[in-house]
């Protein structure tokens, strides 16, 4: 009996606090670094997933230069100049439709 007690008190406070509330949606994109030492150039290549109709720019940083993509298809890359030797901090954030900015990847390379 005390047991039930418990379990009702519990679903109720749950419900009356607002517990219950559902998550928001949190989009998950993704993104891939390369780098081509040979070449001089650290590539970014957007990869997407199924949220990617969301996502209306990519903001693509080295910690020196910075480039923004504007709508971007799934498979599309920007580079980066790179000197052999040096480390480079690569951050990929996404905008989208709802207004939301996130860091979708964040790496040293």
Not at 28 to 37: K, L, P, S, W, Y
Not at 56 to 76: D, F, K, M
Not at 88 to 105: E, H, L, P, Q
Request: no cysteine; aromatic share 6%; glycine share 12%.
């Amino acid at each position: 009996m005390v047991a039930v007690t418990v379990v009702l008190a519990t679903v109720v406070g749950i419900y009356a606090f607002g517990m219950a509330d559902p998550l928001p949606h949190t989009p998950i994109v993704g993104a891939a670094v390369t780098r081509d030492d040979g070449a001089g150039l650290v590539r970014v290549t957007y990869q997407g997933t199924g949220d990617s109709g969301a996502v209306q720019s990519l903001g693509i940083s080295n910690g020196v230069q910075s480039v923004v993509i504007t709508a971007p298809r799934v498979g599309e890359a920007a580079g980066f100049p790179a000197v052999t030797g040096t480390r480079y901090r690569i951050v990929v954030s996404a905008s989208f439709s709802d207004g939301t900015i996130r860091i979708v990847f964040d790496t040293v390379i």
